[in-house]
């Protein structure tokens, strides 16, 4: 008889937090710059400097705490965490071990199996490292420190999941959970939210636990949901051989679509953990708490249920709406304005996914604003811009946030409906298309189609159909 | 008029009263160096050209009457372990040979802004781990008392300054007697505050939780002022405090009538001079006469303090001395096959036997598995060791003893035998586990000449009981505290 396995997944989940400056000093977080240019002496280690934590990490984090249900560590302390390395200034990284800021959370994911609670061990703050730079002689290396002292949080789940299909789940509800509160972008690509993932296999119905394997390097949900499959394979190959599975963190390369070893159990350091004397201890007060508490968001759930109440606007556009808490701001924020609810919709639904599709981008990454997407209703309610021009008008405004009426009026785009203006150009394209004349004469309805299209184009698209229309037949 | 033979608070109102100007000053202290310092090497750096600049430029002000503090225009010497921008900061070690800040202590821009001259960085005891400041890659400060003799450590080299007259005060680091003592060994002033009164931002840490920055001077009216100007609150410094009390001068009174002053009699069993405890307990009389009430109790714990200090001390330097690895700055090994190679060469080469005997005990007691039987079980002792001080301070508002056990002991001396040298600490490394305030003012010679000093201990905020105590001990002795200035350089300069 074939023996039935069980995939147990842990995940140790880092997310880079929005914080415009630095965990322990004042230095700028924001992505690129020359390298050492955001930097002080604090997070290139420098003798004599000290870190100061930064209070919006603190909120930040306890924030995601209340939202995964976590307890709050009244009482926190960060600690060091001590290996050499020179992406790593002080060759310690200060992160916390023994009083993490939160735990014993949880968060509901539902899949096609339907609804589950999945366990929060802890969630931590700690300091990201800079980044290292290998020559290609291979002969020296540089290093970075412009990443060094961004500020993370570790989130530990349990190992309560049992497919990859519940891993995905498990990550896209903290991240909706994580970009709803502001708390961070959660790009798996670019590194602002990194999963390592903890697996051991089973025989299904045993209670223990397998040994477990670490795998790093995990760039998308694609990526993770293939290191789960190959992982689970390559543990129950190793047992079905009568092999033990070694305790060791694991490289995912998803190129191949295999891992390779990194470090076994026995190569592991002692880090030395210890409570870090230059900072004090965390002490979270009710007040702070209330006012973090105050400040949560209307998280999907609530946001879906009103959506439902108070527009008009059907089921999938509410999911696909609410699945950005960015996209869900605009769209409230140009609504307030006065746009109509199903037509500020069915801007964001129809050419706002195809232009983030065609330029690969994520709802986050929107950026034409509130008032300008609600100006261009306006246009087009009042008949100012046809639909052509307005599409026109919209690519424009989602590459460059341009203020549409000014870009109406600037570049002529304004439709022409005054009958006057428009006759003349009709009398040349009946004249032109003598046959298209004849086709509708003799009754093929369909050919003044063709002849209002020719007049459009005349017209580069700014005449109003409507009137075009009602020319053509007063003069065929 | 002999400049070097006033106090730092005498020469600036002698600069305010335009009977002396800074340049003047400057060129006394530069001239003292010339004349002795090749005896006694108690800097490491001296910035002649800029200290001579910076005279000129501290006049200008003082003569605009921008700058009128207590402090303006006078020469101090800065301890190596503070850094100083643009000028060399050691450690008293070859790791930091290189080494120039981009950036000054808080500590020494307050002395800055106060208008205080800065003359040079003084030697010391390698990144602070010593008693005696010959473990520095720069060579022994020697004793201006008598040169045969050991100044103390770590911060020998400021003490042994103001000794000699080299600069009218200075700046040391106090991790577990490192002010005190040396200041006891040399017959200065010293004086530890309250951890978290003087920011340590700026000081390469030793050990984080203990280490305080204080003045050596010459006597506690200096002292006081001094303090005043060094304890503001920093927010770069997470364990700086926010102090509404720093009116230290203000506690300068002659007066500890009904004053409670307690004497610890485990401050004075086995191990301590008789010399000394002669000369403390004298000193004690001195204070009662003056109508202090003073009574012995057991203070408790006082063998535990030892091991309990180095276990923390030596858990927090490893960590502490991890950034030293040939990466960044300082030194880096000239051979080397590849990272883990640079960084064990850098490192071998880099520090010196005691800090390496250091590091390596802070690293096993922070190792897994000794952790909760060693580093757990020292927080512990701390933490009982400063219960037993809340129960002195219930009764007492000064506690009186020893700085030392011994006066300083002969150069060459105390290395061989580094848990005696230990030990010699007894006295002064439960302070800087509770974190209070305590002093070392003189209070006489032993038979050889070498000053002892008196510690006189407070609870924490409370430096203004010992500020009003030493003051009242210092008139009534009007003990001669001054700088040596009849050291000629030939060791024979007692006064």
Redesign the interface.
């Known amino acids: 008889m074939v023996k039935q396995y069980e995939t147990v997944i842990g995940l140790e989940v880092h997310v880079e937090l929005a914080s415009k400056t630095k965990i322990f000093c004042g230095c700028s977080t924001a992505f690129g710059g020359a390298p050492n240019t955001h930097t002080c002496p604090v997070c290139t280690g420098m003798p004599g400097s000290l870190p100061v934590l930064n209070k919006q990490v603190l909120e930040y984090a306890v924030a995601v705490g209340l939202a995964t249900n976590c307890e709050i560590t009244r009482f926190s302390k960060f600690d060091r965490k001590n290996y050499f390395y020179p992406d790593n200034p002080q060759n310690y990284q200060i992160s916390q071990l023994y009083l993490p800021i939160c735990r014993n959370g949880s968060v509901e994911i539902e899949t096609e199996s339907g609804k589950k609670q999945i366990g929060i061990h802890e969630i931590h703050m700690e300091e990201d490292a800079g980044k290292m730079i290998h020559d290609e002689s291979g002969n020296f290396s540089l290093v970075d420190y412009n990443r060094s002292g961004v500020p993370l949080i570790e989130i530990v789940s349990e190992p309560d999941m049992r497919s990859a299909e519940e891993v995905i789940a498990y990550l896209e509800r903290l991240r909706m959970l994580i970009q709803y509160l502001g708390a961070s972008d959660c790009k798996l690509q670019e590194g602002s939210m990194r999963a390592d993932v903890n697996i051991s296999v089973r025989e299904a119905g045993c209670e223990t636990l397998g040994t477990r394997t670490e795998m790093k390097n995990l760039n998308s949900f694609r990526a993770i949901a293939r290191a789960i499959e190959g992982e689970t394979a390559r543990q129950i190959a190793l047992i079905e051989a009568g092999e033990k599975v070694i305790q060791e963190t694991r490289r995912w390369d998803d190129g191949k679509g295999e891992s390779f070893t990194m470090r076994s159990k026995e190569d592991a350091q002692d880090y030395r953990y210890f409570p870090d004397p230059d900072l004090v201890p965390v002490l979270v007060f009710e007040k702070f708490l209330a006012e973090i508490k105050d400040r949560q968001p209307e998280f999907r759930e609530a946001k879906m249920e009103r959506y439902q109440r108070e527009f008009d606007i059907p089921a999938y556009d509410i999911d696909i709406i609410t699945g950005s808490k960015h996209m869900a701001d605009l769209f409230e924020e140009t609504v307030a304005l006065g746009a109509q609810p199903k037509k500020v919709s069915n801007w964001l639904m129809v050419e706002t996914l195809r232009l983030l599709k065609e330029n690969g981008m994520d709802p986050e990454d929107i950026r034409f604003s509130p008032k300008h997407l609600a100006a261009l209703i306006k246009l087009t309610d009042s008949k100012a811009i046809n639909s052509t021009v307005a599409k026109e008008v919209f690519e424009k405004m989602f590459a460059e946030d341009i203020d549409p009426e000014k870009y109406v009026e600037d570049a002529g785009l304004k439709t022409v409906s005054d009958e006057g203006a428009l006759r003349s150009v009709v009398e040349e394209v009946i004249a032109n298309n003598p046959q298209s004349v004849e086709d509708y004469r003799n009754g093929k309805e369909k050919a003044i189609g063709f002849l209002v299209g020719q007049t459009m184009k005349a017209m580069k698209g700014k005449a109003d159909p409507a009137v075009v229309n009602q020319l053509l037949k007063e003069l065929l | 008029m002999d400049l070097l033979t006033m106090t730092a608070t005498q020469l600036a109102a002698a600069i305010k009263e335009k009977k002396v100007t800074v340049s003047e000053a400057v060129q006394a202290v530069l001239a003292q160096i010339e004349k002795t310092e090749a005896l006694y090497h108690c800097y490491i750096t001296v910035d002649k050209e800029k200290a001579l600049e910076r005279a000129k430029e501290v006049q200008k002000k003082i003569d605009a009457g921008e700058l009128s503090g207590p402090l303006a225009g006078v020469p101090v010497a800065i301890k190596d372990n ?2 100083t921008e643009g000028l060399l ?1 050691t ?1 008293g070690s070859k790791m ?1 040979g290189n ?1 120039v ?3 000054s ?1 808080q500590a020494v821009k307050n002395l800055e802004e106060a208008g205080a001259v800065l003359i040079g960085k003084t030697n010391m005891d390698e990144f602070a781990m010593g008693s005696t400041t010959e473990t520095s890659f720069f060579g022994v400060t020697k004793n201006p008392v008598n040169p045969e003799y050991v100044p103390g450590g770590s911060s020998g080299g400021s003490a042994a300054a103001v000794a000699a007259g080299e600069c009218f005060f200075a700046l040391g680091s106090d991790t577990g007697g490192s002010i005190r003592q040396p200041a006891s060994f040399c017959g200065v002033v010293g004086m530890k505050p309250t951890y978290g009164t003087v920011s ?6 030793y ?3 203990l280490d305080q920055i204080g003045p050596l001077c010459k006597d506690v009216t200096d002292c006081a002022t001094i303090l005043e100007v060094l304890a503001t609150h920093d ?5 700086s405090l926010n102090r509404n009390d720093t009116d230290f001068t203000a506690a300068l009174v002659e007066d500890v009538k009904g004053m409670k002053i307690g004497i610890p009699k485990d401050y004075f069993g086995e191990g301590l001079d008789p010399e000394v405890k002669a000369a403390i307990l004298k000193a004690a009389e001195v204070l009662q006469e003056k109508g202090a009430i003073v009574e012995e109790f057991d203070l408790s714990l006082t063998e535990y303090a030892v091991p309990a200090y180095y276990t923390i001390a030596t ?2 330097a ?2 502490n001395l ?4 040939g ?3 300082g030194y880096r090994t000239p051979d080397y096959l590849g ?1 883990h190679n640079m ?1 064990k060469k850098t490192r071998s080469e880099g520090f010196g036997a005691e800090v390496k005997r250091r590091i390596m005990l802070g ?1 096993f007691v ?3 598995g000794y ?1 909760d039987a060693y ?1 757990l079980k020292a927080l512990r002792v701390k933490a009982l060791i400063k219960k037993a001080f809340d129960e002195a301070f219930a009764k007492y508002d000064v506690i009186l003893g020893p700085v030392a056990p011994t006066t300083a002991p002969k150069l060459g001396e105390s290395l061989s035998d580094p848990l005696k040298m230990y030990l010699g600490d007894i006295y002064t490394i439960s302070v800087n586990l509770a974190g209070l305030p305590a002093m070392s003012i003189p209070c006489g010679k032993d038979e050889k000449g070498l000053p002892i000093g008196l510690q006189l201990i407070g609870d924490c905020y409370k430096e203004k009981n010992l500020i009003r105590a030493a003051y009242t001990y210092e008139r009534a002795v009007a003990a001669d505290v001054c700088a040596n200035t009849e050291a000629d350089g030939n060791g024979k300069g007692e006064v």
């Not at chain 2, 340590?200 to 840490?205: D, I, Q, T």
């Open positions: 503070l850094c900061t450690c930091l080494f800040p981009a950036y202590a340590r931002y700026g000081l390469v840490a050990a984080s939780s927010e770069k410094d997470s364990t858990a927090e490893s960590s991890e950034r030293f690895d990466v960044k700055y990272l960084y690293s922070l190792s897994s952790y580093y």
